[in-house]
């Protein structure tokens, strides 16, 4: 029997901070306590597979701090106001308040079925109009904002340091220009970003009146060309609320940076979200609330790292060790998804949505796939990817539930006045073998490698390797106690580091027989083959390999991997 691991030392944990451009050590701003904001979706179509990446990304972040030990405080937004919705509502000739909600709904269906646990808080853009006119205000009284016909625009002139979070600087030139956002108007992101949740909707008029209305483009002037909207004046038939500007809604930007102040106080841990909101979303809510905390952008390569205080008004998030430069100590960004090499994109047509791929595939498979690179890196996804993971998945499971009803026999066997409990397995039924504390602790040291989920996948080969060669020697007569008890601890201990690794990574692990019933209808489906015609192919088969014609063996086993159909040969 292999050895187990040797000791370890815990290290601590490190996350890759975008800000710094470095992996770090985490830490905190209040000990034993974290506030996460994660942006979340624009909620005027389905969600796609780039959300479910930043989801499930961030999932696991979350599941993580958990099992360190923190107290976590996750926020995760819906904007539910926005030029697409608007344009979405309108044209459908449906409420946009009931079109959010439906979008809202179906989200969150999407993120239940990939196994994502419920945010702390999830906050509508709607129902903070309000403090967002509030946070306006004090940009605007200390001279980073200004109004232009019935707008009002953040000067980016105005605050020394803006563009290092993206490394990108102010353009040349300081011309005008015309009224019509520029840096990113509403977004639905391509690689999954923005949109919400909270039913309970703030009133608010149908439509506006005929009072203020945007002026002709040439009159409506910015001062610099990246000057960003933080009011935009009411256009006939568009949600408003009423302002010091006049009736209106909040730009995209100052949505979440009001939501972030209000639930999580002035000093956050982690914010994140995809990295196609470097620029210009979080770029411009790193410049919103400097400039509404009355403080300077801190130096690029040191936020985060030093002492300080809070320049607004402390809030119980808040302590002595957060920068007095720097309203959020970690900027965490994943990577795009490519579809054969190419970042999926609206525009381009190659969008999928989460719904749709778990109608033909597993979500154990979708999610298997989506932490099979690490979450910074771009993700290859393609059909044959999601069907190799889909294998992938079904060849743990199916090893898991032989390894476990083998090592109930065995305890059978050994003890025959084991009394029954809720782990003891009788009719065939499997030993649920729990993850031992060890090995989660050693599988949780790959994690805090900046959340390493590829190694931790990788940490399940070994031993589902060794459960398998145990399973293949299975009708080999085990002489003696203690070789059973042997062979007994040799499963319990594999199928433990497995089901740690399974859990680590949010996938289930209790019920794979259940688990193993949904795939093999999905993949049956698929492959347009009814259960039996699968059995007539693989008794077919048998009967080439006895007769050692392999190649027409092998061609029948092609044609079903073909159509996402596996077969695990056993003895």
Known sequence: MATR??????????LYDSLRRAKVPFVPVRENKVSMYVCGVTVYDQSHIGHARVYVAFDVVYRLLQRLGYDVTYVRNFTDVDDKIIKRASDSGEPWQMLTKRFIDAFHADLARLYCLTPTHEPRATAYVSEMISMIERIMERGHAYGSGGDVYFDVQSLKGYGSLSGRGLESGKGAAQAQERAGIGVGSDAGIEVAA??????????????????????????????????????PDEPFWPSPWGNGRPGWHIECSAMVQSLLGSCVDIHGGGRDLIFPHHENERAQLAAAGGYALGEEGKAGLQGGSCKEQPSEACCPRQPASEHVRYWLHNGFVDMSGVKMSKSLGNVLHIADVLDSHHPTALRWLLLSTHYRHPL????????????????????????????????????????KSSRRSVDNKPLVVPPAPADTASLLELLKDDVSTPAVQSATVEPLHELNEALRRRHKSLK?????????????????????????????WKQPAELLHEMKVLALNRANLSEEQVR?????????????????????RADLASRGIAIMDTP
């Not at 933080?230 to 256009?235: C, F, P, Q, T, V």
């Not at 319990?492 to 289930?508: E, K, M, Q, T, Y």
């Open 480 to 508: 003696g106690a203690e070789q059973r008890a042997a062979q007994l601890a040799l499963l319990i201990a594999r199928c433990s580091r497995v089901n740690a690794a399974l859990d680590l990574l949010g996938l289930p």
């Open 536 to 556: 007539s192919l693989v008794e077919e088969r048998n009967e080439k390999r006895k007769a050692k014609r392999f190649e027409q063996a092998d061609a029948i």
């Open 380 to 419: 290859p996804f393609s059909p044959r990817a999601l069907d190799e993971a889909a294998d992938r998945v079904y060849y743990a499971y199916r090893t898991l539930l032989d390894a476990q009803i083998w090592a109930a026999e065995l305890l059978e066997v050994e003890s025959e006045a084991f009394e």
């Open 5 to 14: 691991e040797a000791a370890f030392a815990p290290t601590q944990l490190t």
């Open 198 to 235: 909270s039913m309970g909707m703030q009133a608010a008029p149908a439509s506006a009146p005929p009072t203020p209305s945007h002026p002709p483009p040439d009159q409506a002037l910015k001062r610099h060309a990246q000057d960003f909207a933080l009011w935009k004046a009411s256009k």
